[in-house]
């Protein structure tokens, strides 16, 4: 019983003083100033691991489908791109002082790490605190699918077959995408 008393005693005591310590505003939450090793380490241990948990039961169609990619082209280039670039594109100016950085979907690092379904769960519903956000109120699932699949082939696709995705597009939205008009995008072409 004593064993009990302590061990309730001692988890009030630390998280008094992990309520202290955030009351006191000494930690620097600046995007500038990265975490420390060990809140770096935990942050990453918490989303990995609410990440997998939370995807184990996704059961993601055959993402080989052609038409999937073909129609998740104009969704990645139109957002995802932004922040983490596309084979030709650098990410936005924006992304780069973004922490934690968004990762660099053409390296393929992603791809290695994390399963189809962890992809998917991600673009589906975002990830606190990091700019990632949720688009799985905004897209329908064949969408969140397809945008999925093309993340996971990212790293494959050439600058040249991305670019006549990207001219498909807008010869589709009529010369341009996003409110992005066509000389914006051939100076950011020209500029990457």
């Not at 009030?12 to 000494?26: E, N, R, Y």
């Not at 064949?142 to 050439?158: D, M």
Request: hydrophobic share 40%; aromatic share 10%.
């Amino acid at each position: 019983m004593k064993f009990i008393f302590s061990l309730i005693f001692t988890v009030i005591l630390l998280a008094a003083a992990a309520l202290v310590f955030a009351w006191t505003g000494v930690y620097n939450i600046a995007a500038t100033k990265p975490h420390t090793g060990v809140i770096s380490y935990y942050i990453e241990m918490l989303r990995d691991r609410s990440i997998a948990k939370r995807s184990e039961d996704v059961r993601v169609p055959d993402l080989g489908d052609a038409r999937i990619r073909s129609a998740a082209f104009s969704h990645y280039h139109g957002m995802c791109r932004l922040c983490h670039g596309a084979p030709g594109y650098q990410a936005e100016e924006f992304a780069e002082d973004l922490y934690p950085a968004p990762p660099d979907m053409i390296s393929g690092h992603i791809q290695e790490e994390r399963s189809p379904s962890e992809i998917y769960w991600i673009v589906n519903h975002g990830i606190k605190m990091t700019g990632m956000p949720a688009f799985g109120r905004t897209h329908s699932d064949s969408e969140l699918y397809g945008v999925a699949a093309l993340a996971l082939e990212i790293p494959q696709i050439s600058s040249e077959e991305y670019r006549q995705q990207v001219e498909k597009i807008e010869g589709k939205n009529g010369g341009g995408y996003g409110g992005e008009n066509h000389s914006t995008q051939e100076a950011a072409e020209h500029n990457h």
